[in-house]
Nanobody, 123 residues
Framework: QVQLVESGGGLVQAGGSLRLSCAAS????????VGWFRQAPGKEREFVAV????????TYADSVKGRFTISRDNAKSTVYLQMNSLKPEDTAVYYC????????????????WGQGTQVTVSS
């Protein structure tokens, strides 16, 4: 059973930085894609970024390109999301997500989820 545990959320001022962590367990992830979605109040859950565990290929949503960086630590089975130049519109619950091979951009198609961590950016 795949388990994903997020940490690192919090309150930060606009322009600041936060780093989220997602500790993955329950299997080997060499053939998985792991990423992040976010959901703001009253809005649908949206794709943020993904990394292929094998090879490290990354993809980002246009809204975060150049500000967010996704990375992984194989030894720790952990995926990180470094968030810089944060904006109030980045405020949301951030969820770690994983799936075998490909991580769908449609949240309804994602196999595994973490419990979420709140990120609040004040203006």
């Amino acid at each position: 059973q795949v388990q994903l545990v997020e940490s690192g959320g919090g309150l930060v001022q606009a322009g600041g930085s936060l780093r989220l962590s997602c500790a993955a367990s329950g299997r080997t992830f060499s053939d998985y894609a792991v990423g992040w979605f976010r959901q703001a109040p009253g809005k649908e859950r949206e794709f943020v970024a993904v990394i292929r565990w094998s090879g490290g290929r990354t993809t980002y949503a246009d809204s975060v390109k150049g500000r967010f960086t996704i990375s992984r630590d194989n030894a720790k089975s952990t995926v990180y999301l470094q968030m810089n130049s944060l904006k109030p519109e980045d405020t949301a619950v951030y969820y770690c997500a994983a799936d075998r091979g490909f991580l769908a951009r449609d949240s309804n198609s994602v196999a595994y989820w973490g419990q979420g961590t709140q990120v609040t950016v004040s203006s």
